[in-house]
């Protein structure tokens, strides 16, 4: 008997029952969907941590300034007319951090304008970073239209700008961006190019900065206009900052150097700055952790699909044993007429695959249906993987095999004889 009439005539077989079949196979088609939920978040969240480590790049290093928490409470409790608050890393530094190891390529300043930023008669919430025109290789941001930052424009200190494609909307709608001037606080800064859009996504495991909503200008330019020193003004007092960089890019020629050279900044800076002013962040150790925790999250939701697999194969077994027994009398007619054990085995285990493909086809599309739905209601972004449907129908065809061998063996060595005996 071919597989083909097998496999129909399991399906006669299980169409006589149904409702006790679809009981049957809800073990399996829990546990599938459980499968095929988990891998498509796992995978969502695999490529959206890469997505975000790709934007930061993965041999880059982010050194940031932080404002400490103890200095600006003593300058609450003291603060008087004249006070002004210095933290972070300077521009001094950031030269002899270039010095302390021959893997760093390149480092690239970074501070933020804290300004409103109009053009015309619109305000809009777009930041304003003054940074080097390397900035833009470091991070692969590439013009759609004019051009970048160049080395002339930080060496002269020129009040052109570059803008995100974001900016762009908010700040020229459809206005031509060519000869157009934006304002930021009192200064003006002709644009010069427009940014490609940058397909980021907002949140998730790593934090990344919307470089589309961006305003880009000189370095140079925003040292000449507006100084290291901001003032905020609050209720008649004021608060003074000193801050020279807000955040530094510093690039690592190999990625095999890019733990050791972070080692060498944390020690360096734990000496120069014993007020915890600073923070080092290292995409590529991020990545790390995020793998280490969707392992984790993986081999967590696994076992929960495994423990539904196991209920259904449990679930096959004793409906396979409860055809066994009901179907005595058609075992013993077969043999007689000359089937053999191994007929009889294959039937009852293609019986019990076909049980458990059912429930595969059902428990993929509750699972596909469920990371729609975890999608929408969490905002998580999820894949459903041609590798993670073929391998919920490989576990279901396992399970099927598993535990529909033992029903197939014991329907097998039934005694002819005895069977037809059977009323």
Same mark, same amino acid.
């Given at each position: 008997m071919s597989f083909l009439e097998t496999a129909r005539l399991a399906l006669r077989s299980l169409a006589l029952h149904k409702f006790r079949?679809?009981?049957t196979t809800l073990g399996i088609v829990i546990g599938v969907?459980?499968?095929i939920a988990m891998l498509s978040i796992s995978e969502g969240a695999k490529r959206e941590t890469l997505e975000q480590i790709r934007v930061m790049g993965v041999n880059n290093i982010?050194?940031? =300034?932080?404002?400490?928490?103890?200095?600006?409470r003593r300058q609450e409790a003291a603060q008087n007319q004249s006070a002004i608050l210095t933290y972070g890393v300077t521009r001094r530094e950031l030269d002899h951090i270039r010095t302390l190891s021959k893997d760093i390529e390149s480092i690239v300043p970074m501070r933020e304008v804290r300004h409103d930023v109009w053009y015309k008669d619109v305000k809009t919430d777009v930041r304003v970073i003054g940074t080097s025109p390397d900035l833009f290789e470091v991070l692969r941001l590439r013009p759609e239209d004019g051009r970048l930052l160049t080395e002339l424009d930080e060496r002269e200190g020129r009040a052109v700008c570059v803008l995100g494609a974001e900016a762009r909307r908010k700040?020229?709608?459809?206005? =031509?961006?060519?000869?157009?001037?934006?304002?930021v606080g009192p200064q003006y800064y002709r644009v010069v190019g427009v940014l490609e859009d940058k397909p980021i996504k907002a949140g998730g495991s790593i934090q990344v900065s919307n470089l589309n909503n961006l305003l880009y200008i000189p370095y140079s330019a925003l040292i000449k206009d507006f100084g290291i020193t901001s003032v905020q003004r609050k209720s008649g007092?004021?608060?003074a900052i000193r801050l020279e960089v807000d955040e530094a890019i510093i690039t690592v020629a190999r990625e095999d150097a890019i733990l050791p050279v972070g080692r060498i900044l944390a020690r360096a800076l734990e000496r120069?700055?014993?007020q915890n002013d600073t923070e080092i962040v290292i995409p590529l150790e991020l990545l790390r952790q995020s793998q280490r925790t969707q392992r984790t999250f993986t081999i967590v939701m696994a076992s929960i699909a495994a423990l539904s697999l196991l209920v259904g194969g449990i679930g096959i077994m004793n409906i396979m044993l409860a055809n066994v027994a009901e179907r005595r009398k058609e075992?013993?007619?077969r043999r007689a007429l000359g089937a053999k054990q191994r007929d009889i085995r294959r039937q009852f285990l293609t019986e019990s695959v076909v049980l458990s493909l059912l429930g595969a086809v059902a428990g993929l599309a509750l699972g596909a249906g469920g990371a729609v739905v975890i999608h929408m209601a969490a905002g998580w972004q999820t894949v459903v993987s041609p590798v993670a449907v073929g391998l919920a129908f490989s576990v279901a065809a396992a399970t099927g095999v598993i535990f529909g061998t033992f029903p197939a063996v014991k329907a097998a060595e039934l005694d002819p004889i005895e069977a037809l005996r059977t009323e």
């Amino acid at each position: 008997m071919s597989f083909l009439e097998t496999a129909r005539l399991a399906l006669r077989s299980l169409a006589l029952h149904k409702f006790r079949a679809l009981l049957t196979t809800l073990g399996i088609v829990i546990g599938v969907a459980a499968v095929i939920a988990m891998l498509s978040i796992s995978e969502g969240a695999k490529r959206e941590t890469l997505e975000q480590i790709r934007v930061m790049g993965v041999n880059n290093i982010r050194l940031r =300034s932080i404002k400490p928490v103890a200095a600006d409470r003593r300058q609450e409790a003291a603060q008087n007319q004249s006070a002004i608050l210095t933290y972070g890393v300077t521009r001094r530094e950031l030269d002899h951090i270039r010095t302390l190891s021959k893997d760093i390529e390149s480092i690239v300043p970074m501070r933020e304008v804290r300004h409103d930023v109009w053009y015309k008669d619109v305000k809009t919430d777009v930041r304003v970073i003054g940074t080097s025109p390397d900035l833009f290789e470091v991070l692969r941001l590439r013009p759609e239209d004019g051009r970048l930052l160049t080395e002339l424009d930080e060496r002269e200190g020129r009040a052109v700008c570059v803008l995100g494609a974001e900016a762009r909307r908010k700040l020229l709608r459809a206005h =031509s961006w060519r000869g157009q001037d934006v304002k930021v606080g009192p200064q003006y800064y002709r644009v010069v190019g427009v940014l490609e859009d940058k397909p980021i996504k907002a949140g998730g495991s790593i934090q990344v900065s919307n470089l589309n909503n961006l305003l880009y200008i000189p370095y140079s330019a925003l040292i000449k206009d507006f100084g290291i020193t901001s003032v905020q003004r609050k209720s008649g007092a004021f608060e003074a900052i000193r801050l020279e960089v807000d955040e530094a890019i510093i690039t690592v020629a190999r990625e095999d150097a890019i733990l050791p050279v972070g080692r060498i900044l944390a020690r360096a800076l734990e000496r120069t700055h014993p007020q915890n002013d600073t923070e080092i962040v290292i995409p590529l150790e991020l990545l790390r952790q995020s793998q280490r925790t969707q392992r984790t999250f993986t081999i967590v939701m696994a076992s929960i699909a495994a423990l539904s697999l196991l209920v259904g194969g449990i679930g096959i077994m004793n409906i396979m044993l409860a055809n066994v027994a009901e179907r005595r009398k058609e075992i013993g007619t077969r043999r007689a007429l000359g089937a053999k054990q191994r007929d009889i085995r294959r039937q009852f285990l293609t019986e019990s695959v076909v049980l458990s493909l059912l429930g595969a086809v059902a428990g993929l599309a509750l699972g596909a249906g469920g990371a729609v739905v975890i999608h929408m209601a969490a905002g998580w972004q999820t894949v459903v993987s041609p590798v993670a449907v073929g391998l919920a129908f490989s576990v279901a065809a396992a399970t099927g095999v598993i535990f529909g061998t033992f029903p197939a063996v014991k329907a097998a060595e039934l005694d002819p004889i005895e069977a037809l005996r059977t009323e």
